[in-house]
Nanobody, 116 residues
Framework: VQLQASGGGLAQTGESLRLACAASGSIFRSNVMGWYRQVPGKQRELVASISSGGSTNYADSVKGRFTISRDNAKNTVYLQMNSLKPEDTAVYYC???????????WGEGTLVTVSS
């Protein structure tokens, strides 16, 4: 399974960015795709996740600002990030998992930098 992310970059406070991540390979139909982020010296944290059935989960810090969505036909997950803040600066990683996360795959990170 491979994950290819795109869409990171530089934004100013209050601006928006959209991340996309396409999964390919042998993917179990019932899965959860998600975005995580990590800053140096801290653990990777969940930003948002969405199941193949459409159930979503968000970190409290992004609720109301970020929206996760997916296209099951394309095995692609999106993260619309609005009202960005400097504290959103991090490397963002996409993930796909199934089987109670016994199978879990990561994409290469994409850097999001938000300047004040």
């Amino acid at each position: 399974v491979q994950l290819q992310a795109s869409g990171g970059g530089l934004a100013q406070t209050g601006e928006s960015l959209r991340l996309a991540c396409a999964a390919s390979g042998s993917i179990f139909r019932s899965n959860v795709m998600g975005w995580y982020r990590q800053v140096p010296g801290k653990q990777r944290e969940l930003v948002a996740s969405i199941s193949s059935g459409g159930s979503t989960n968000y970190a409290d810090s992004v609720k109301g600002r970020f929206t996760i969505s997916r296209d099951n036909a394309k095995n692609t997950v999106y993260l619309q990030m609005n009202s960005l803040k400097p504290e959103d600066t991090a490397v963002y990683y996409c993930n796909i998992a199934w089987g109670a996360r016994n199978w879990s795959y990561w994409g290469e990170g994409t850097l999001v930098t938000v300047s004040s």
